[in-house]
Every structure is written in C-alpha cells, then in structure tokens.
C-alpha cells in the first residue's frame, strides 16, 4: 500500500489496488473495504481454501531427476511465458500438490531466504481493481515446519504453537497467490493490459531505487541447468514458473506418471499425519523423467550397465512452438534431465576448449 502511495494514488485508491494485489488475485471478490472485519473474514476463507485443496487434490510425488529438470525448466521462464497458460488445455488435473523430494531455497528480494517443499493448485476466479475477471489457477504455496530456512519470526511461530497445544502440518500453507490461465496471448488487448500488469507488480516487488527500471532490463537464459544452490526469486514468482514447467514438461512427453500405493512400514517409524496414514494412498502419482532405451550402435542390442560414481546436470532450452491446431504458441523444452544415480553426488563442471591453428 506504501508503495502504491509511492506511485501517486490516495490512501482509499492505494487500498483497493493493495486489495486487488493481496486478495483479488487470490479470489477473494469485491468489495474490499479497509477494515479489520475484512481481514478476519479473508482468514476464515483462507483458511477454507486450504482445507478444500487438501481435500480434493491428488497427490504427485516428483522424484529428483524430475524435480532438478522441472527446476531448470523453470530457470528459463519469464512473467510473459505465463501468459500463454490456458488452464483448460495445458493443466492435467483440475487440484493437485507436488511433492517435492527436498526443499527449494530462494533467494527472495524482500526477505534473505525462503523454503518451498509443496506446491498445490485449484482452479479459481481472479478478481482486478476495475472488476476485471480472469480463469486463473489457485497457487498455494506450502513448506515444511523442519525445513532448512529457520527465521526468528519462524522460531517464535512455532514456539507459540508448541506452547499453546497446537501441532503443526507436515505441510504449513504460505498463502495462496492467483496465476492467470486465460491464454491471454490471444488477444492483443489481453496481452497487453497482461504484460502492463505484470510491469507494475514488477515494479512493486522491487525496491524504491528500482521502481523504474522496466522488466525488460532483466536477463532469462535461453539455456538452464540447476545446480543446488539457492535460486534468486526477485519477484517472489518462482512457485508459478516451476508449476508452469512441471505442466508443460508433463504435457510434452519429458515426464512419467505412474499410480503407487506405498507400502507404511511399522507405525513408530511414520510422523503423524503422515502420507501413509491416509487410506487413500492410491491416489498418489510417482512423476519420474522418462528415460528412453539406448541401443548399442549399428545393433538391436541393449548396452551393457553403466556404473557412474556422480550425476550431473544436462542443459536445456526452451523454444515456443507453434500449434496450429489451438491457433497459438506453447513453450515447449529440449534437452533436460540428470545424469546419474540419484543418490550420488550433483557435480557441476564447466568446460574449457582450447583452439589452436
């Protein structure tokens, strides 16, 4: 709201854009008065949005060659890829969560670090601040209580939790943030009240300094790899950009799904409310890369076994591909996955050629 005060507008406008930003977008409708009545009754419906997700979602469970390609992937994407998302064609399931195999640091612009571990979707409806309406996609964005980023704020959390009687999940809802799944690429009027759009929350997320530099000043590498390390998040958009990818990566052929009923060991050996807890277990997926058969050249013969002692990462690069039959383009990838035995060592190496006449 200070910021949007920054921009020139009075504190009622600057409230109501504030509003569209916070709640709007995640939606919650019109009207949007400034009072703590408000604040309460977005809680409650929060709170309910949360409960329905974990309700109705499937269950995807990505493995970690999945989760470092989709990873990468996600590394190549801008704000202006994710307007080319039709929610009806591209996503497979209507809510779902992804479970990833370990955390996702990033490094964010407003705070130092951030964790991610569960991203979860549900369709909705967002809602703008001149009653704008917009197919979008619910992302709730979810982290694990022992996860490696430990704030003060997040200590004293969960020291008040603890105190007071009150457990908490194995996965801790972060809020939920509305991502746009109209296609607005479609039409040049969308798209470009959409990329105006996204300048401004751009604008919003950056510092004061940087309020007029435009995102267009911001580099996206036609090739990614991943390597471990924390991933910078300057426009706290991460969770959408890795969704988008596991959707297309998904829906061109990269990835696996496969139904799984894990079997639970002995009960003392499971935290409570854990997966295998549930009796619906059979609705987990396993998403896994999809490896292709290599032949031995020149033979129909299958290669003998490879012993690799680390895995790497394998570079990628995204293209947007036309589709004649939907009248529009879609990012599609080339070239990603991990080498390696999943449980080795991620090496990352650069290669020098030295060229001489």
């Not at 009754?41 to 974990?54: C, I, S």
Request: glycine letters at 6%; one cysteine or more.
């Amino acid at each position: 709201m200070w910021q949007h005060i920054r921009l020139g507008m009075d504190p009622a406008q600057a409230w109501h854009e504030t509003a569209a930003w916070m709640m709007g977008d995640a939606g919650y409708p019109c009207p949007w008065p400034h009072n703590a009545q408000l604040i309460a009754d977005y809680a409650v419906w929060e709170r309910e949005q949360q409960l329905a997700l974990l309700r109705d979602a499937e269950i995807c469970v990505i493995s970690p060659a999945a989760h470092a390609a989709v990873i990468a992937a996600a590394l190549t994407v801008d704000a202006t890829d994710l307007l080319t998302l039709d929610r009806d064609t591209d996503i497979p399931l209507h809510a779902a969560v992804v479970v990833m195999p370990e955390p996702i640091v990033l490094n964010c612009r407003n705070v130092a670090l951030g964790d991610l571990s569960v991203l979860g979707w549900r369709h909705i409806t967002s809602y703008g601040s001149a009653g704008e309406e917009y197919a979008a996609v619910g992302v709730s964005a979810m982290l694990r209580p022992d996860g490696p980023i430990h704030t003060s704020v997040w200590r004293e959390f969960m020291a008040e939790a603890r105190a007071g009687g009150y457990p908490t999940p194995p996965w801790f809802p972060a809020g939920t943030n509305g991502m746009r799944a109209d296609a607005s690429t479609r039409s040049a009027a969308a798209h470009a009240e959409a990329i105006a759009r996204i300048r401004t929350r751009h604008m919003l997320h950056s510092d004061v300094a940087d309020l007029i530099r435009s995102d267009d000043d911001v580099p996206v590498p036609d090739t990614a790899q991943w390597n471990g390390e924390p991933i910078p998040d300057p426009y706290n958009d991460f969770a959408e950009r890795y969704l988008f990818a596991f959707w297309r990566l998904a829906a061109q052929g990269v990835t696996t799904t496969t139904p799984s009923t894990p079997t639970p060991g002995p009960a003392h050996q499971l935290p409570h409310g854990s997966i295998a807890d549930s009796p619906d277990t059979a609705d987990i997926r396993l998403v896994d890369l999809r490896r292709t058969a290599e032949r031995s050249p020149g033979t129909d013969t299958a290669p003998g076994p490879r012993h690799y002692t680390h895995r790497w990462p394998v570079r990628m690069h995204k293209v947007n591909q036309w589709y004649p039959s939907l009248g529009r383009h879609k990012i599609r990838w080339r070239g990603p996955y991990i080498q390696g035995p999943a449980n080795a060592r991620l090496r990352v190496k650069e290669t020098a050629y030295h060229l001489s006449t």
